[in-house]
């Protein structure tokens, strides 16, 4: 059957990759959106979008009546998937073939088999696949801890939790089964041993409807957060070092795809450990979230060989063979120093080696306030070093991403903004590749997880190939996601911040904007602006330029060589300070000449509002504070902000009520996942500002408990009154 028009039954990143192939071969593109992405990249590059009403997963892209009305209203004759959502729904794909369209994926009964995990696990043991033993979480014992809580109907870490003890199963079991019900609309939950240290290995199979299955390579996703992968790799490092390892995967995995008759791409999972054994996880019938470091290592298309297999086309006998290695990274909105919290809001800036942009001119998506937001009003923007949605046959870099410069991250769907991904002849380059692409990247407006990405791809481990899934366990968190920047590179940092911003403010005078910033004709006291970062905290730049040139507090020997609204470069001492009447030529010789490119968001005019300042020292993203404080900004002690926007899903204690440090007082839902909201320490909880079911933006306060030695004191106070 010949397709001529594909409808993406998907959004964000995975759509417009999908859309980067049918042009490529001809075809025609329908994209769906809810009202949230009505602005999205992916809808705008597709030749017909069809909204579906509403924001929640649950209201548009998990309606399959929606989303089958939507393709034949616009005269699309084949529906892919994409990943997440209703990828693995056997209804959804049922009622795709039933109404006269092609389903670019497996048969439904392959679908169905493989969709509830604890069955699927016997029928692998059956075909003569090693498994770990499901659980019944009803008989789970004291000495079969730890286990793994897993949905049945999905992956993506929803619905996952780790149980060490058995006081702690049934609340876990509880907020597993509502996970997965928010997000794959089926509660059923199981229960398997868990291993604290394993290799996430997975092997890619492509199989067509004439009887041929390869066995397309191996990948390894060992390091992960929350159960979810966080950065990806072919060939596995492991696999590499264990002899016969890749033979027997590849039959295993050949095994479990003839055994259900599957067709079309799929990832068959498995848990391995360091001398080379490994049992089945789970197969997933469909694209994986990491295709492109298997399409870089062969030089296949897998959307491409998808459309083909869904038309009917033989694959050859056998598949090419793997060359170089490719990693790749998933670039999140979220704080990891923070318990991973997701992040919404506008991302004013991602320019990843200032990747090409294929937003038409004037195509309505607001972009950042400042110097390099983006080109969307002017059209395309050029690149010499990194691909969009590219197989790479030559060293380089990849950008798969659902976000350009303007777009909104909100709270209905998952927080990744792009996948990054690197090729090269070795592992080695590769890592460093990607590693100084991710550093020298501009990405501005929310706080990701680029830092840490950075410090795992340096990392002595990783470079080794000890990459197990206790990676950010054993190597410590706090380390792996410290910014890249040190305090004192912040700092001249913020320097250079202030410098730009007193070029900015030189540029808008309408008197003597000609003269230096600050100049007088006699001394005068030092020019301040104050900056707040994650880092320093509130730090106060004071400085003066004068006759003999720039003269910074806390600096010497700081020299100024040019300072416009957009960069700043300095002369930086390094080593030791030297003395007063040390020759000249011997102090030039110990400073290194630096430029730091500086972008502001805001009003124009504002005092307050986001700097991002780039340079090789490290990104560093700051608040320029107004001169004076609002006493109304004050947070009382003791109170509970939301970390991020989203819905109370209920409460775990009333006004009143005497709490423990770390103990639940609410739960928040948010980008498909629960968010627990613990007292920051042992009181009396003083306010309670929200119920159950209401939505609340980032920064409210929910509750407020007065801490015990608070409440002493008023104690006291009534008393001696």
């Known amino acids: 059957m010949n397709i001529s028009t594909v409808l993406v039954a998907n959004r964000g990143e995975i759509a417009r990759r999908v859309f980067a192939t049918c042009r490529r071969m001809g075809l025609g593109t329908v994209a769906v959106y809810s009202d949230a992405d009505a602005a999205a990249p992916h809808v705008l590059e597709a030749d017909a979008a069809i909204r579906l009403p509403g924001n929640t997963p649950g209201e548009t892209y998990l309606r399959a009546d929606l989303i089958i009305e939507a393709a034949l209203a616009s005269g699309a004759d084949a529906v892919h998937p994409g990943y997440g959502f209703l990828s693995e729904n056997a209804d959804f794909a049922r009622a795709v073939i039933d109404a006269g369209l092609v389903w670019v994926g497996p048969p439904v009964a392959a679908i169905e088999q493989m969709g509830s995990k604890v069955e699927s696990k016997k029928m692998m043991d059956a075909a003569g696949v090693p498994v770990l033993a499901e659980l019944n979480p009803a008989e789970v014992t004291a000495d079969l801890l730890p286990v793994l809580i897993k949905a049945s109907a999905g992956g993506g870490g929803r619905g996952m939790r780790v149980v060490r003890s058995l006081d702690e199963l049934p609340g876990q079991l509880e907020a ?325 911003d007193a070029a900015a403010n030189r540029s808008r005078a309408r008197v003597g904007g000609g003269l230096p910033s600050g100049w007088r004709n006699l001394p005068a006291q030092p020019q301040s602006k104050s900056y707040e970062s994650r880092t320093t905290g509130k730090h106060e730049v004071r400085y003066r330029i004068t006759r003999t040139g720039l003269e910074v507090e806390g600096y010497e020997g700081l020299e100024l060589i040019e300072a416009t609204p957009d960069s700043v470069t300095l002369l930086v001492p390094v080593g030791r300070a030297g003395s007063a009447d040390e020759p000249a030529a011997d102090r030039a010789r110990r400073r290194v000449r630096r430029r730091f490119e500086v972008a502001r968001y805001g009003e124009s005019g504002s005092d307050s509002g986001l700097v991002a300042v780039d340079s090789p020292l490290g990104p560093v993203a700051a608040r320029r504070l107004p001169r004076f404080e609002d006493p109304s900004e004050h947070i009382a002690e003791g109170s509970l902000l939301a970390p991020m926007p989203g819905a109370v899903i209920r409460l775990g204690a009333a006004v009143g009520d005497r709490v423990e440090q770390g103990q639940p007082v609410l739960w928040l839902e948010a980008m498909k996942m629960e968010h627990t909201i613990t007292a920051p320490a042992a009181g009396m909880l003083a306010e309670l500002n929200v119920t159950a079911g209401q939505q609340v933006d980032v920064g409210t306060v929910l509750a407020i408990v007065q801490p015990d030695e608070s409440a002493e004191n008023t104690v006291d106070a009534d008393n001696q009154e």
């Open 176 to 500: 597993a089964r509502r996970e997965a019900e928010s997000a794959f609309g089926d509660p059923t939950v199981f229960c398997e041993r868990y291993l604290e240290t394993g290799r996430h290995i997975e092997v890619q199979v492509m199989a067509d409807t004439h009887g041929t299955v390869w066995s397309v390579g191996e990948r390894e996703c060992s390091i992960q957060r929350r159960h979810q992968k966080v950065v990806e790799e072919a060939p596995s490092p492991l696999v590499e070092r264990v002899d016969g390892m890749r033979a027997r995967l590849f039959e295993a995995a050949r095994l479990a795809a003839e055994a259900i008759g599957y067709e079309g791409a799929g990832t068959v999972e498995f848990l391995a450990d360091e001398q080379g054994e490994f049992f089945f996880l789970e197969m997933n019938t469909r694209l994986q979230v990491e295709h492109p470091v298997t399409e870089n290592t062969t030089g296949l298309d897998l959307v491409r060989l998808q459309l083909q297999v869904a038309q009917g086309h033989r694959l050859p006998a056998e598949p090419p063979p793997m060359r170089g290695h490719s990693i790749e990274v998933r670039l999140y909105a979220e704080d990891p120093a923070q318990d991973w919290q997701p992040q919404s809001g506008t991302v004013h800036r991602l320019e990843i080696g200032t990747a090409p942009s294929v937003i038409p001119a004037n195509a309505g998506i607001e972009a950042g306030h400042g110097h390099g937001a983006g080109t969307l009003g002017s059209g395309v923007r050029r690149d010499d070093r990194v691909a969009e949605f590219a197989v790479l046959r030559e060293p380089g870099v990849r950008l798969d991403s659902g976000v350009v410069d303007g777009s909104v991250v909100g709270v209905h769907y998952d927080p990744m903004l792009a996948k990054v991904i690197s090729y090269a002849d070795t592992r080695e380059e590769a890592a460093h590749l990607l590693a100084t692409t991710l550093q020298r990247a501009k990405i501005h407006g929310l706080v990701t997880n680029r830092d840490l990405l950075v410090r795992v791809l340096r990392h002595p481990a990783f470079l080794a190939g000890d990459t197990d899934t206790a990676f950010f366990a054993t190597h410590g968190l706090e380390t792996l996601s410290a910014p890249l920047a040190s305090e004192s590179d912040e700092k001249l940092s913020l320097v250079a911040a202030a410098l730009a």
